[in-house]
């Protein structure tokens, strides 16, 4: 007996299943009469099959149906497709592949497997299969893919804008433009992509753009301003220009975009030695109502409005009512239409008699004044100046600026003002300075609100004071308990995250604290989202139940209904 042809066999064996742990890939070789006469073992690492149909002289037809009875096979359709090939028809399919000199394909294997399948059939007849598992290469050409597709759509919805968008890179080196920024300066985007301000404005113009770039990428904050721009073409454009701060910290850039509010503005210029230029609203009836989710006066600082001298005016005007004493017709028609497109109840009186007849017709109906503002040159004015009691008195000239005499009648109104005739009930007030005082200074309270963010403390105080319960809001986990110990409120609102203690370490406090009291308060998790790990960390440290940022009135009062005791809620309804 000849021992060399079966120990040749093992080697070449070993040597092939050596070669296939090494490249990564399972190995089928097939004799002319298609029996296996090589089979590595990786092969079952793609297809669940016993190791006797691996074995040399298995048929291929019995191994390509094992592959199909594994539900684990080439070509696997999803489960929610109707195309379904039956057991011999998909077992004669891939017989004639095998037959082919040569075929390549990448093909799903299961619900989330992708292999690649190459078949050669060499010219003395024998059949050779290689398998490779390519998924992660498949997924990273779908994200990939996916990214590509995004760009793609990113980029349409901002050719699609009207108004001027570009971004830039920290260099200031413009990396992105849209089509109606090429549009100002009639220039492909090619010929701006890769370049600066310094490439494309006057040295001055650069300059100050650069600067506000530079601040904005330094310091995170926004940076708003009005601007006149001379497109390539002559035509004006007027645009308030905001540019804003994004990307990851080392991977900044500034997004500019540039809001078009040529239709809606003029450039007006003032009369006399006095007078002044700026940018003005040309008609405020254009503007329709919107959707008003939330009273923004509670979350202005007034101050910082008027130390930024920010053009944009959040401050709603509901319930002011201003006069206006002037001889000048012109200072009378820009200040009062101003007035009343900011939404204001504003009108205007010419002398002391006007005056006097005015004054005299609203208080036999009951109504009062908030502001007076009273003209610098007006004749008489020493009398009304010694006499007026009611509001705010600013006085005013041919040069006030109408948004800053606006910001200043906000400022002027909104401290504490006497309760008005028509509404007999109290007002409450809000302090700009601490939003932490709540709506009243018993010793005991209907709601704690633990809330760190001076937006939702706001909206808290006016769905609170809305649904008339008392109240006390703490800007930390630590204060939260505090005032707890305190106030013993009848509910806890908790933010989960607060800094100082967390919503769940305060939870947690309290509850070790009410173990000595007997006493327990229902505290509510309040969640930008309802995760599951969130909701078991908050029922783990003791919070009965959540809600979900943001928040609404029908929200809380459905809370206060259900933990609040029905005689605080009678009391306070």
């Given at each position: 007996m000849d021992d060399g042809a079966p120990g040749g066999a093992d080697i070449m064996g070993i040597v092939l299943e050596s070669s296939c742990d090494a490249l990564g890939l399972a190995l089928l070789v097939c004799g002319r009469d298609d029996t296996i006469l090589f089979a590595s073992a990786s092969i079952v690492q793609f297809f669940p099959l016993p190791a006797r149909l691996l074995k040399p002289g298995t048929r291929l037809r019995d191994f390509l149906g094992a592959v199909y009875d594994t539900g684990v096979r080439p070509g696997t359709l999803p489960e929610n497709s109707r195309r379904r090939a039956n057991r011999e028809d998909w077992i004669a399919e891939h017989m004639a592949l095998h037959w082919r000199e040569r075929y390549e394909s990448v093909e799903r294997a299961g619900r989330t497997?992708?292999?690649?399948?190459?078949?050669?059939?060499?010219?003395?007849?024998?059949?050779?299969l290689s398998l490779t598992d390519v998924t992660e290469q498949r997924k990273r050409e779908e994200q990939i893919q996916g990214d590509i597709e995004r760009v793609e759509l990113t980029e349409q919805i901002l050719d699609a804008q009207p108004n001027p968008i570009c971004v830039k890179d920290r260099n200031l080196n413009y990396i992105a433009v849209n089509k109606a920024f090429c549009v100002i300066h009639?220039?492909?985007?090619?010929?701006?992509?890769?370049?600066?301000?310094?490439?494309?404005?006057?040295?001055?113009?650069?300059?100050?753009?650069?600067?506000?770039?530079?601040?904005?990428?330094?310091?995170?904050?926004?940076?708003?301003?009005?601007?006149?721009?001379?497109?390539?073409d002559g035509s004006d454009l007027w645009v308030v220009t905001r540019k804003?701060?994004?990307?990851?910290?080392?991977?900044?850039?500034?997004?500019?975009?540039?809001n078009d509010v040529t239709d809606i503005a003029a450039w007006y210029h003032g009369v006399g030695d006095g007078g002044s230029s700026?940018?003005?609203?040309?008609?405020?009836?254009?503007?329709?109502?919107?959707?008003?989710?939330?009273?923004?006066?509670?979350?202005?600082?007034?101050?910082?409005?008027?130390?930024?001298?920010?053009m944009i005016e959040t401050l709603p005007a509901r319930g002011l009512r201003v006069l206006l004493m002037t001889a000048d017709l012109e200072m009378e028609g820009r200040i009062v239409s101003r007035l009343r497109g900011s939404g204001l109840d504003a009108c205007a009186v010419r002398n002391v008699e006007e005056f006097q007849a005015f004054t005299a017709a609203a208080e036999s109906c009951s109504v009062k004044l908030d502001a007076l503002l009273i003209d610098?040159?007006?004749?008489?004015?020493?009398?009304?100046?010694?006499?007026?009691?009611?509001?705010?008195?600013?006085?005013?000239?041919?040069?006030?600026?109408?948004?800053?005499?606006l910001a200043e009648i906000f400022r002027a109104c909104a401290g504490p003002r006497p309760a008005r005739s028509q509404f007999p009930q109290a007002e409450f007030e809000i302090s700009f300075?601490?939003?932490?005082?709540?709506?009243?200074?018993?010793?005991?309270?209907?709601?704690?609100?633990?809330?760190?963010?001076?937006?939702?403390?706001?909206?808290?105080?006016?769905?609170?004071?809305g649904?008339?319960?008392?109240?006390?809001?703490?800007?930390?986990?630590?204060?939260?308990?505090?005032?707890?110990?305190?106030?013993?409120?009848?509910?806890?609102?908790?933010?989960?995250?607060?800094?100082?203690?967390?919503g769940c370490e305060a939870a947690m406090a309290i509850r070790d604290a009410e173990k000595r009291t007997g006493v327990r308060t229902p505290i509510i998790a309040v969640t930008v989202q309802a995760l599951d790990v969130d909701l078991d960390r908050c029922r783990a440290s003791g919070m009965d139940d959540h809600i979900v940022k943001p928040i609404s009135p029908d929200m809380i009062e459905a809370v206060l209904r259900q933990y609040l005791p029905t005689g605080r809620l009678r009391a306070a309804g």
């Open positions: 497997r992708w292999i690649c399948l190459r078949k050669r059939r060499l010219p003395s007849g024998i059949g050779i009639d220039l492909p985007a090619e010929a701006i992509l890769g370049r600066s301000a310094w490439d494309l404005l006057d040295g001055d113009i650069a300059e100050r753009f650069e600067q506000s770039d530079r601040q904005v990428l330094a310091t995170g904050m926004p940076h708003a301003e009005a601007e006149h721009i001379v497109r390539a804003y701060r994004v990307g990851m910290p080392g991977r900044h850039f500034v997004v500019t975009c540039m700026g940018l003005q609203i040309r008609d405020y009836s254009i503007f329709t109502p919107g959707q008003n989710f939330y009273d923004p006066f509670h979350a202005l600082n007034v101050q910082q409005l008027v130390d930024t001298r920010s610098e040159a007006l004749g008489g004015r020493d009398v009304i100046l010694a006499s007026w009691r009611d509001g705010a008195l600013i006085e005013v000239s041919s040069a006030t600026d109408a948004g800053c005499l300075e601490d939003c932490g005082a709540g709506a009243t200074a018993s010793s005991e309270v209907d709601v704690l609100v633990a809330e760190d963010n001076q937006v939702n403390q706001f909206v808290f105080t006016q769905i609170l004071e649904l008339g319960v008392s109240y006390r809001i703490a800007a930390t986990g630590k204060e939260a308990v505090e005032l707890w110990r305190k106030f013993h409120p009848a509910i806890v609102l908790m933010d989960v995250s607060l800094p100082v203690m967390n």
